[in-house]
C-alpha cells in the first residue's frame, strides 16, 4: 500500500489556546496536573459512552456491562494518552487527537467481546450465506448461482491458506474484523491487508474468466463511475 | 444493483488505499480538516489515500465516525 499522502494537516497552526492550556496543566506536577488528567478522564468515558450508545445496534452490550466498558475504555486510553503525550504536535486539537485513542480502545474491547457471544467456530462455513453478504437478490437466481460458484472456485484456487481463512472468516462469517485480530493475533492492519490482497486476485480472477468486467473496459463503458472503474 | 455490481464493488480495490495504521496515525487531523469543510471534500483533497481507505475499511470507517461525532458534539 502507498504511504499517507497530503501535508501534515494543521501542523502550521500550532495547537490552540485551550490545547496549550491542556499541555501545560499535563506536563507539569502536582495538583494542578492531577486535576488535568481527571478533566480529561471524565472526557474520555463521555467519549466512550457516547461510542458505545452509537453503536448499540451492533453489540450486545448495555447496563452496567456497557459502564464498565467504557470505564476499561477511558482508563486504558489515559494511559495510552499519558504514554505518548510527547508524539502529539499539535496537529489537531488536543482532544480530537486524545479522543481518538478512546475510541481505539471501544473497538478493541468490542472485539473482544464479541467471544463471549455463544461458540462461533473459525471453521464453521456455511456457504449459503455468500450471496445475502452482498446483497445478492434471489430474483437474479441464475446469475447468483454462477457467480457464487465461480467465487467459490477462485476462493479455493486462487488465494493462499491465510487469505482463505481471512475471507470466509470476515465475509462468510460475518466476524467482525477487529474481533478476528483478536482470535488470530496480529493487527487489524494486518487482516486489512491480507482481506485487501484476496479481493484483488478474486476480482482479477473474475475478470480473467468473464465473470466481470475488466477495469480498463469498465472504465470506457462507464466514465463517470471512476470508483467502479 | 445487480448481483454482479455488488460483488463487484465488494472486491473493488483502490491503490491508494493506505491501509489502517496510516489512516489512523493521521485520523484526528483529517476529522478536524472535516469538521472545518463538512463536505469532506478538502479532506479527501489532502489524504486521498486515507479518504481511499475509509471507504473500504468497515472498522476504521466506524472509528472515523466515531471521532468525527465526539469531536463535533463533545469537543473541549
Known amino acids: 500500500m502507498p504511504p499517507i499522502d497530503g501535508p501534515a494537516g494543521r501542523g502550521s497552526t500550532g495547537p490552540g489556546d485551550e490545547t496549550g492550556r491542556w499541555l501545560t496543566a499535563r506536563s507539569g506536577d502536582g ?12 472526557l474520555l468515558l463521555r467519549v466512550a459512552h457516547a461510542e458505545l450508545n452509537r453503536r448499540a445496534g451492533r453489540h450486545p452490550i448495555t447496563g452496567p456491562e456497557l459502564d464498565d466498558l467504557a470505564n476499561q475504555a477511558a482508563d486504558d486510553a489515559l494511559l495510552v494518552i499519558t504514554a505518548k503525550l510527547g508524539q502529539f504536535r499539535g496537529e489537531s486539537r488536543f482532544t480530537t487527537w486524545a479522543y481518538k485513542f478512546v475510541v481505539l ?22 456457504w449459503d450465506q455468500l450471496p445475502d453478504r452482498f446483497g445478492m437478490s434471489p430474483a437474479d437466481h441464475a446469475e447468483r448461482n454462477d457467480l ?35 482470535r488470530l493475533g496480529g493487527s487489524r492492519n494486518a487482516i486489512y491487508k491480507t482481506m485487501f490482497d484476496a479481493r484483488r486476485k478474486l476480482r482479477a480472477a473474475l475478470v480473467a474468466n468473464g465473470y466481470l468486467a475488466c477495469p480498463a473496459r469498465q472504465a470506457k463503458l462507464d466514465p463517470h463511475d471512476a470508483r467502479r472503474s | 444493483m445487480t448481483a454482479k455490481d455488488e ?21 484526528h487531523v483529517y476529522v478536524e480538516l472535516v469538521l472545518d469543510d463538512e463536505s469532506g471534500a478538502e479532506a479527501a483533497r489532502r489524504y486521498p489515500g486515507v479518504a481511499a481507505h475509509l471507504l473500504s475499511c468497515g ?12 469531536a463535533r458534539e463533545i469537543g473541549m
Open chain 1, 105 to 126: 480502545e471501544v473497538s478493541s474491547k468490542l472485539g473482544r467481546h464479541f467471544w463471549r457471544r455463544p461458540a462461533v467456530a473459525l471453521d464453521a462455513l456455511d
Open chain 2, 59 to 70: 472498522p476504521c470507517a466506524e472509528d472515523y465516525e466515531g471521532l468525527l461525532l465526539a
Open chain 1, 31 to 42: 495538583p494542578a496536573r492531577e486535576q488535568a488528567l481527571a478533566r480529561l478522564h471524565e
Open chain 2, 7 to 27: 460483488l463487484d464493488r465488494f472486491l473493488h480495490t483502490d491503490p491508494r488505499d493506505v491501509g489502517c495504521d496510516q489512516a489512523l496515525r493521521i485520523l
Open chain 1, 148 to 182: 457464487v460458484t465461480a467465487l467459490r472456485t477462485a476462493i479455493a484456487e486462487e488465494l493462499t491458506d491465510r487469505q482463505r481463512q481471512v475471507f470466509t472468516a470476515l465475509v462468510i462469517q460475518g466476524i467482525p474484523l477487529d474481533a478476528l485480530v483478536v
